[in-house]
């Protein structure tokens, strides 16, 4: 199994919401990874989870809280969230987090705040 | 952040022929990488090349790495309809694993 895959595929929430992306992959990667990507813009590193525990923090606000309950699960937790942060969230893994790993991406949640 | 710049922002071909799509970065890198990114899809893996390599193969694709002039190009040979896509190169930095993406370059083939 080379499949990332993110739930849900689509979003809508209002500021006052919290609401929860999942990710999962089961290809025993070690390393996994949040992106934000705002249309037509490459995307952004935002967290990077190694061995379960929390590498990077790339100074996301913190209404963004991600967790990884397991080696296979990765969530972004969304509160209090504005207008501008509606974008195309992206999760992807890789072997471990080192040189020259290879990104699986997964096809992302579109995300629209209200 | 962004370190890589892309260019063309944007190419179209006609199906069969080839396209040719540069990016140049600033920090030395451990390597570059580059993704194909279908209409608000995830990204896919297409290559990488290493710091100490000059140019490497896969199936339609070739890629070159110049590290003197820090730029790297992406040619698809014999362009198909299913190559429509955005293309991002993407560089590890030497002091860190975090990859940082280019601009992209819209890609579209016409049938």
């Known amino acids: 199994d080379t499949e990332v895959t993110q739930t849900p595929k689509h979003l809508v929430m209002g500021m006052t919401n919290k609401k929860s992306l999942k990710c999962e992959q089961h290809m025993g990667h070690r390393a996994m990874y949040w992106y934000k990507q705002k249309a037509k813009k490459p995307p952004e590193l935002m967290f990077v989870y190694s061995y379960e525990k929390l590498s990077i923090n790339e100074s996301v606000p913190s209404r963004f809280s991600p967790e990884c309950p397991n080696s296979s699960l990765l969530n972004l937790h969304l509160h209090a969230l504005q207008p501008e942060d509606s974008a195309l969230y992206l999760c992807?893994?890789?072997?471990?987090?080192?040189?020259?790993?290879?990104?699986?991406f997964g096809p992302g949640t579109r995300l629209t705040v209200l | 952040s962004q370190q890589g710049e892309e260019d063309p922002q944007a190419l179209s071909i006609q199906e069969g022929e080839n396209a040719t799509m540069n990016c140049s970065y600033k920090?030395?890198?451990?390597?570059l990488q580059w993704y194909r990114q279908n209409s608000g899809r995830g990204l896919v893996h297409l290559i990488l090349i290493r710091s100490n390599e000059r140019e490497k193969h896969s199936g339609r694709l070739r890629v070159t790495l110049d590290t003197s002039k820090k730029s790297s190009s992406l040619l698809i040979t014999a362009s198909r309809a299913a190559d429509t896509a955005s293309y991002f190169c993407?560089?590890?930095?030497?002091?860190?694993?975090?990859?940082?993406f280019g601009a992209g370059t819209t890609v579209t083939v016409r049938a």
């Open positions: 992807a893994s890789s072997q471990v987090e080192g040189r020259y790993n290879e990104q699986f």
């Open positions: 993407a560089t590890e930095g030497s002091n860190d694993y975090k990859l940082s």
């Open positions: 920090t030395s890198i451990n390597n």
